[in-house]
């Protein structure tokens, strides 16, 4: 049975958290399609390619191999076949990722990996255009934001736990210019679909954001 919970909303919103909860207790498979472009993004410091080299930025993602595998853990991310799960998230890829991730071609490529990598399952993918772009037929559609301060105090906290160095002004600083960068992208923005139900998580709890969007699969499940 293939069903698809289409998980939309700017960086920090909880996303990441609640799918992942969703997927386990649902038994379904959590695709992080914002890990397809912290890889590219990676690969791009790695190579030494600047910013402005669109044309070489998406030669890269015509000949790079990403991997994500579901485990108990939590999911791991594979790039040319080397774990990356963790350097994915490191402050020099988050920094550069948002302009990547606007290159035109590479969105093209994106999207058709994103809807490989889902095809057949039942699903919950979280990014930017999910519900407007990868998938505009999904099941079900929410957008899940909060306010940016909400949001910096959450990155920071995992930042401390994942032991990465970064104060709640950088961090917010770093959210505020993403959204913006998301926000005004001309392809893939961040933006909310026509039939999205929006949940602004600002004042609830995780475990309250995972039951409501609980309730709304299982009634459309039904
Ligand atoms: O969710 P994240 O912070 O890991 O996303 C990393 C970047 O990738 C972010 O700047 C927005 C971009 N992104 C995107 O453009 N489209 C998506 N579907 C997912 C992420």
Redesign the pocket.
């Known amino acids: 049975m293939s069903f698809v919970v289409a998980v939309?909303g700017p960086?920090g919103s909880g996303?990441?958290t609640v799918t992942k909860k969703i997927a386990q207790k649902l038994d379904f498979t959590n695709l992080?399609?914002?890990?397809?472009?912290?890889c590219l993004a990676l690969e791009v410091l790695k190579m030494g390619i600047t910013l402005e080299d669109e044309q070489k930025i998406t030669e890269l993602s015509n000949c790079i191999d990403i991997k994500i595998e579901a485990t108990q853990e939590g999911d791991k991310v594979y790039l040319n076949g080397e774990d990356v799960t963790k350097k994915i998230r490191e402050p020099e890829v988050?920094k550069i990722?948002?302009q990547?991730?606007?290159i035109i071609p590479v969105?093209t490529k994106?999207v058709e990996l994103?809807r490989k990598l889902s095809q057949g399952k039942k699903v919950i993918v979280?990014?930017?255009?999910?519900g407007t772009v990868?998938f505009p037929n999904a099941d079900l559609k929410i957008y899940l934001d909060a306010s940016p301060e909400e949001r910096a105090k959450r990155r920071q906290k995992q930042n401390e736990e994942s032991n990465i160095k970064s104060t709640y002004e950088e961090v917010l600083k770093q959210i505020i210019e993403?959204d913006n960068?998301?926000k005004n992208?001309k392809v893939?923005a961040?933006k909310k679909a026509d039939d999205a139900i929006v949940i602004d998580s600002s004042n609830m709890t995780i475990e309250e954001v995972v039951q409501k969007i609980e309730n709304l699969i299982n009634e459309r499940i039904k």
């Open positions: 939309d960086a996303k990441g992080d399609t914002g890990a397809t472009y912290r988050t990722v948002s990547v991730s606007a969105r994106m994103q979280e990014g930017r255009d999910i990868v993403r960068n998301d992208k893939g961040l």
